[in-house]
């Protein structure tokens, strides 16, 4: 006897894909067009044109000649999904469980730093995008908004805090317990940039925006950093430090005037204070930390309450590694093609991450996403979610909160269309079953 079609199959079903399409559709009822393009080599490209250089490059740039860059597409186009057919499953299920926690979809929104290039107080309009379509957002140690602010925008939305490791022990953990008390669900530290990659498109313009006091405001913000500062500015009057050598250039006045706007506090104060600029000097000599080990690692079980997420691993020995020292999940990720030219693509090193790992440990991807049919490919290799960074940068830079959603409303339509041309009803039904080998793929 065959089976009859259940009503649930039958029915009408509006998934996000279909909810997207549809709004986009009506608004060309009335010859309005998206503000936002919904492919991603468009909205790169007008992304550009709404920039300046410096902010091009610090966002769009990376490492080297690129290749990185380019080895995260190309890993992708290494894969095709196949498509299913008459399997009768009307809605999907986008819900995914991270670290003992629900979330409506597997798309994070990833620290960008100095994200004020793009848009001001672009923190601040990022967490509202996030707010607004559910979205959990990983606020960037180099952010341009305090974590506090940003938090308060967030609204009841998670949202998790990205550490770069400083040289300064009583900073991480000053950094960490705010990151607490401000309510992150986890704390993600970023290993992978303990000292800044080659960067030709910054280097070419001589730009690098912490030096202009863009993206420090986690730290000016910070007792424990404005005591370093205060330490600075009292040994430079007492004569035990030796006062910074300023030649007085055009472009000297420039950078003065940004770094006393960035800075906390009235102009025209920070203008007549040696605060700020000892701010931006002291930011540049402990922001980071080259000599990072795993012995440092271990001591964050007993710093910290919240959940620890290791970014920026590649390798399968340290994804092991990263778990015995008491990490609750991982991100694989090559900061974007940011640090190392030439290296491993995130979706390759994800393969071999998960076989490693096997299937409980909790890993998430970051690089190279671009679109839902990636975010499907990268579930489908492994990985629990992903952070999506670009994109969301190229949204804010056309258009503030609003782009911003729409970068996230597009991504998410296509994941859940493409989940529901390849017969997948939620994230489980999403495994290495749903791609073959592309052999249309240039080796």
């Known amino acids: ?29 009335l010859g309005r067009r998206p503000t936002v393009p919904t492919d991603f080599a468009e909205l790169e490209r007008r992304a550009r044109r709404a920039s300046s250089p410096t902010a091009w490059a610090y966002v769009a740039g990376g490492a080297g000649e690129g290749r990185t860059m380019r080895n995260n597409r190309a890993a992708f186009d290494r894969w095709a999904i196949v498509p299913r057919m008459a399997h009768g499953h009307a809605t999907r299920d986008l819900a995914v469980e991270l670290l003992g926690r629900r979330y409506d979809s597997p798309v994070l929104l990833a620290p960008v730093g100095a994200g004020a290039l793009m848009g001001r107080d672009s923190d601040v309009q990022i967490a509202r995008a996030a707010a607004a379509t559910g979205t959990p957002y990983v606020f960037s140690n180099q952010g341009c908004n305090p974590l506090e602010q940003t938090a308060a925008a967030m609204g009841s939305t998670p949202w998790w805090f990205q550490l770069y490791w400083s040289t300064d022990e009583a900073l991480v953990d000053s950094l960490i317990g705010r990151a607490e008390d401000a309510g992150a669900s986890a704390l993600v530290v970023t290993l992978d940039t303990t000292t800044l990659g080659w960067r030709p498109q910054d280097l070419n313009l001589g730009s690098l925006p912490f030096a202009q006091g863009l993206g420090i405001a986690q730290y000016t913000s910070d007792p424990r950093f404005l005591g370093l500062v205060r330490e600075r500015v009292a040994a430079v009057a007492s004569g035990a430090a030796a006062r910074p050598d300023v030649q007085v250039t055009l472009g000297a006045v420039r950078s003065l005037l940004s770094i006393t706007r960035e800075f906390p506090g009235r102009f025209l104060d920070n203008l007549r204070s040696p605060e700020p600029r000892a701010a931006v000097e002291t930011f540049l000599d402990i922001y980071s930390n080259p000599g990072l080990s795993w012995e440092h690692l271990e001591t964050l079980r007993s710093r910290t309450r919240l959940p620890v997420v290791l970014k920026g691993v590649l390798h399968p020995d340290d994804a092991r590694r990263a778990y015995d020292v008491g990490a609750d999940a991982i991100v694989v990720s090559n900061h974007g093609g940011r640090q190392v030219d030439g290296a491993i693509a995130s979706l390759d090193a994800l393969v071999a991450v998960r076989e490693e790992l096997g299937p409980d440990p909790t890993v998430l991807l970051d690089s190279g996403i671009r679109t839902g049919a990636d975010v499907f490919t990268a579930l489908a290799l492994g990985a629990d979610a992903v952070l999506l960074g670009r994109p969301h940068m190229y949204g804010l830079a056309l258009a503030g909160q609003r782009g911003v959603e729409e970068v996230v409303a597009n991504v998410l339509a296509e994941l859940d269309l493409t989940m529901a041309l390849s017969g997948a009803p939620d994230l489980g039904a999403v495994d290495r079953g749903s791609l073959v080998p592309n052999p249309s793929a240039s080796l």
Not at 4 to 12: D, E, F, I, K, M
Not at 16 to 29: C, M, N, P
């Open 1 to 29: 006897m065959t089976a009859q079609p259940t009503a649930a199959s039958t029915g009408p079903a509006r998934g996000v894909g279909r909810a997207r399409q549809d709004a986009v559709y009506r608004a060309g009822v």
